[in-house]
C-alpha cells in the first residue's frame, strides 16, 4: 500500500479559502478583525454608557470606539489596497477587505458630508 503524501494544513488551508501569502495582505486581514472586535466592544459599552446623545460627541466612548473601529476599516481596506497594487497580492479575502473598507469609507464620508 502506497503512502499518499500529506499537504500541511497552511497549505490546504490557502488553497480553500485564500489566506492571503504577504505581510501586507495577513495585516489588512488583521485590521478589519480589529474592526470587528472594536463593533462588539462598541455595541456592548452601549448600555453601559447610556446610549449616545443629541450630538456625536455627547458620549465620548461610544464616540471614540465608533472612530477606532472605522479608522481600523478604512485603514485595512487602504492597507489591503496597497498589498495588491504594489506586492502582488491575489488573495479574495484582501479584495473583500478593500471592498469593505472603501463602503465604510463611503458611508463615513456621506455622514459627514450631508446632512440630517
Not at 495585516?27 to 462588539?40: K, P, Q, S, Y
Not at 453601559?48 to 446623545?53: L, S
Not at 495588491?84 to 479575502?93: N, T
Request: avoid cysteine; hydrophobic fraction near 55%; aromatic fraction near 10%.
Amino acid at each position: 500500500m502506497a503512502a499518499t503524501p500529506r499537504t500541511p494544513v497552511a497549505s490546504w488551508l490557502r488553497q480553500v479559502f485564500g489566506l492571503p501569502r504577504t505581510p501586507l495582505g495577513r495585516g489588512a486581514i488583521a485590521l478589519i478583525g480589529l474592526h470587528v472586535v472594536t463593533m462588539i466592544v462598541h455595541r456592548l459599552i452601549a448600555p453601559i454608557t447610556g446610549g449616545g446623545g443629541q450630538r456625536f460627541f455627547d458620549n465620548p466612548w461610544m464616540a471614540g470606539t465608533l472612530l477606532l473601529a472605522g479608522a481600523f476599516a478604512v485603514g485595512g481596506g487602504s492597507l489591503g489596497a496597497f498589498a495588491i497594487v504594489a506586492r502582488g497580492e491575489r488573495s479574495i479575502l484582501v479584495f473583500l477587505t478593500v471592498l469593505y473598507g472603501l463602503f465604510v469609507l463611503v458611508f463615513a464620508a456621506g455622514e459627514v458630508l450631508i446632512p440630517h
